[in-house]
Each structure stands twice: as structure tokens, then as C-alpha cells.
């Protein structure tokens, strides 16, 4: 079994920072992509970042220079810092991991961004 748990949700103001990590345990081996989506109340589930085993990562447009995505290989972790967080980005916030035997997700984590 592998299970993916997320971390670092919770409310904050805009302009204000969140950090989300998410872990990756059981029978992992090796991941190759991890990253994050997200989906906020009657919209579709949207990719925000995604980071390759070797570092390569790709960003949504609306988050570009403001979010970075980093993964420790070692830990099967990937973590997703926040900046300048805009009210748009109030969703709930997905992990994942691409494994051997297909994509496995996290739970979910709620951000919230006041204005």
C-alpha cells in the first residue's frame, strides 16, 4: 500500500505565505513526477506545479513567480511553498505521486485566502 499525506494548509490573509508538504511512505521504491493540483468549489481540479525525479518543473501560469515546488528524493516528499497568495487561490490542495504501479493521491488540504 502507499499512502500520500499532506501537510501545511490552513487560513491566511492576501500577500500573506503557506508552505504544504506532502509524504510519500509504504511500498514507494521510486516516485517519478510529484506535484500538486487543486480544485476550489464548483471548478474542475487544475494543476498548479509539477516537479520531475530530476528537478524539471512546470507551473501553471496563474502561479508562476509567486509558488515554487521542490521534492526530496530521498524522503519521497515533495513540498509546495506559497507566496504572495491571491484569494483566487482558496482551494482545496492535492499531491501526488506517479509510482511504478500508476498515480497515487493525497487527501487533500484546505487553503484559504482572505481578502
Known amino acids: 500500500q502507499v499512502q500520500l499525506v499532506e501537510s501545511g494548509g490552513g487560513l491566511v490573509q492576501a500577500g500573506g505565505s503557506l508552505s504544504l508538504s506532502c509524504a510519500a511512505s509504504g511500498r514507494v521504491f521510486v516516485t517519478n513526477d510529484m506535484g500538486w493540483y487543486r480544485q476550489a468549489p464548483g471548478k474542475q481540479r487544475e494543476l498548479v506545479a509539477a516537479?520531475?525525479?530530476?528537478?524539471?518543473?512546470n507551473y501553471a501560469d496563474s502561479v508562476k513567480g509567486r509558488f515554487t515546488i521542490s521534492r526530496d528524493n530521498a524522503k519521497n516528499t515533495v513540498d509546495l511553498q506559497m507566496n504572495s497568495l491571491k484569494p483566487e487561490d482558496t482551494a482545496v490542495y492535492y499531491c501526488?505521486?506517479?509510482?511504478?504501479?500508476?498515480?497515487?493521491w493525497g487527501q487533500g488540504t484546505q487553503v484559504t485566502v482572505s481578502s
Open positions: 516537479i520531475s525525479r530530476g528537478g524539471t518543473t
Open positions: 501526488y505521486a506517479d509510482l511504478y504501479a500508476g498515480r497515487y
